[in-house]
């Protein structure tokens, strides 16, 4: 998990929006989601518990968790949602359920960059690039 760790930016971002309405985001969220270019910071403790905060600003939003381990998670837009990590084949995987719903989001390094698509109906791919 260690090659994870570090400050990511976002270079690129496509097909977002249409995401964040398959969630069920409102348009105002939207139109913030859109416009903001977050900072990811990971960090993987010796203990096994990772830190993933998307800073920005417009909001900050911080969750630490073990894999396998499902918990509590508020997303950017105010939902509550449960979450689970999981690393496969090199991908760390996010499932996020609520309310019967069910968003999948993969977070992989290719090239350098880490490449973060986020799947329900629609499929996202936001590329950040390591700053640190």
Do not use: H
């Amino acid at each position: 998990l260690d090659f994870f760790a570090g400050t990511w930016t976002l270079a690129s971002s496509e097909n977002f929006d249409d995401y964040m309405k398959a969630v069920g985001m409102g348009f105002a969220t939207r139109q913030m989601g859109n416009i903001t270019k977050p900072n990811l910071v990971i960090q993987v403790g010796a203990d096994g518990l990772i830190s993933m905060k998307a800073e920005s600003t417009f909001k900050t939003t911080e969750i630490k968790f073990r894999l396998g381990e499902e918990f509590d998670e508020t997303t950017v837009d105010g939902r509550n949602v449960k979450s689970t990590f999981t690393l496969d084949n090199g991908k760390l995987v996010q499932k996020q359920n609520w309310d019967g719903k069910t968003s999948t989001l993969e977070r992989e390094i290719q090239d350098g960059k880490l490449i973060k698509c986020i799947m329900d109906d629609v499929v996202a791919v936001r590329t950040y690039e390591k700053a640190t």
